[in-house]
């Protein structure tokens, strides 16, 4: 199972703030691995990456050593699976974070002054207070929906309606409120369930508010951890554990009727719809692959079949774009049947994303300290041309961070908002040098040699 590195990267650098703040080394893992997805089903995680023609692979091994499960979900990417005592996962997560901190330190760096800076305005929705932090925002034509935490550990959901600057936040609790998104007059999230079960006892559910109404309705039925969530019109999509492996089921608003679109023995992730067409990843023949279903017709048929893992698919439209294991973005056009590369740097990449003619994606780089920087990258297939939205930055987006020329990401304790214009003037871009990747080796050896079990 490929890894995204930069997911270990950015829960190493959690980890390490909140122990500086004085958060236990328990509390630290949960909060820094809030998305990592620890599965029973499997022990051994792999990462990819490259440099140039050179790819290499790291694989983690980690012993069964008792009965205790630890289930974290990163956005729509599997991470690392394995059973164990937490004791003992929690000083190898540790452990690994480092260790793939200093294989990536041989990736090398990558230079987005290379590029050109994409016109258009960038403007901070939030600004600085007593929240803990924003996450996971997403867009769709004129508002933005994240997830807010305080001090308090709760945590909430906000709505932004772009157009009047009016915000509303609710479902504000002391669990999970994550991986909202919003299309026209519908908001869904994933939220742990206060309805009546047999046997008793609390999971997560998805949800759907109507911003009109105000009204909520759960709208999974059985649910054992719903995740990576996608919403487009009257389809609700999401992956679904209930079988104890991921499966794609989906929700009709107009009629109220959720079903399976795909239960196949293998795992199934990362669902996106749009119109009437789901994407997701499938690993049914061992590699991951980029599958397409047709919900008027019932058609499923697989979109890839290369020896490389083809992921994190996202659907516009007849347009569906995805990653490669090998470091491509590849667009894929379900009319004509044409594909293409868009990007082919030897940068990890996550999260490409569409929305008409334009595309955007993350790549992560190692400039000046031991976690890489994110930069965002637009593609826009009316000019054919790849450009730098955002460089030099610590942000991370979402799995739905565009809509139209919009696009939404968080960065620090704030989510910002940037307006591309095809034939506007470029906002003024940071500069900065990139050095050798040798100050990453060295950074990296220094915390595996440091790595230490956790308290």
């Known amino acids: 199972m490929n890894i995204p590195m930069h997911l270990l990267f950015r829960a190493l650098s ?64 599997m991470v690392l699976r394995a059973e164990g005592t937490l004791k003992r996962m929690g000083m190898r997560i540790n452990l690994i974070c480092a260790a793939f901190l200093l294989l990536a330190g041989l990736v090398g760096t990558a230079a987005a002054g290379d590029l050109p800076q994409a016109p258009g305005t960038l403007v901070a929705l939030t600004d600085g207070d007593d929240l803990v932090g924003r996450h996971w925002p997403a867009i769709d034509g004129d508002h933005v929906v994240w997830t807010w935490y305080d001090r308090e550990d709760r945590t909430g959901i906000a709505l932004r309606t772009l157009s009047t600057g009016e915000e509303v936040n609710f479902s504000r609790r002391f669990r999970a409120n994550n991986n909202p998104r919003v299309s026209g007059d519908f908001l869904v999230r994933i939220d742990d369930s206060e309805r009546e079960r047999d046997p008793p006892g609390r999971r997560e559910d998805v949800y759907l508010y109507s911003i009109s109404s105000g009204e909520t309705t759960c709208i999974s039925s059985e649910t054992a951890g719903p995740r990576s969530l ?69 058609e499923e048929r697989a979109l890839t079949s290369a020896p490389t893992d083809e992921s994190g698919p996202s659907i516009s439209g007849d347009r569906v774009v995805w990653v490669s294991s090998s470091g491509e973005v590849r667009f ?24 008409g003619d334009l595309v955007v994606w993350t790549e992560y780089v190692f400039r000046e300290s031991d976690v890489p920087d994110a930069d965002t990258h637009l593609f826009d297939l009316i000019t ?72």
């Open 14 to 77: 959690d980890y390490r703030s909140d122990r500086r703040a004085g958060t236990s080394g328990w509390r630290a893992l949960l909060q820094a691995c809030r998305w990592i997805r620890l599965r029973q089903s499997a022990r051994i995680g792999t990462a990819a990456g490259g440099a140039g023609d050179r790819p290499f692979t790291g694989v983690l091994l980690i012993p069964a050593q008792g009965r205790e499960e630890l289930r974290v979900d990163f956005g729509r990417y």
């Open 230 to 298: 996608a919403i487009s019109g009257d389809y609700v999509v999401w992956e679904d554990l209930r079988d104890r492996q991921g499966d794609i089921y989906l929700y009709q608003i107009s009629t109220g009727e959720e079903r399976a679109v795909c239960t196949d023995w293998a795992s199934q992730s990362g669902p996106d719809v749009s119109g009437d067409r789901i994407v997701w990843t499938d690993r049914r023949c061992e590699n991951d692959d980029v599958y397409l279903y047709t919900i008027t017709t019932g």
């Open 332 to 355: 894929h056009n379900l009319t004509t049947g044409r594909e293409r590369v868009l990007a082919n740097s030897s940068a990890t990449k996550s999260g490409p994303s569409i929305s």
């Open 384 to 455: 054919d041309e790849e450009m730098i939205v955002h460089p030099f930055g610590s942000h991370s987006m979402s799995d739905d961070p565009i809509s139209g020329n919009r696009i939404v990401w968080e960065e620090g304790n704030s989510v910002m908002l940037f307006t591309y214009e095809r034939d506007g003037t470029p906002p003024p871009a940071p500069t900065t040098e990139s050095p050798a990747s040798l100050a990453a080796v060295l950074a990296a050896l220094a915390l595996v040699f440091a790595a230490r079990r956790w308290d």
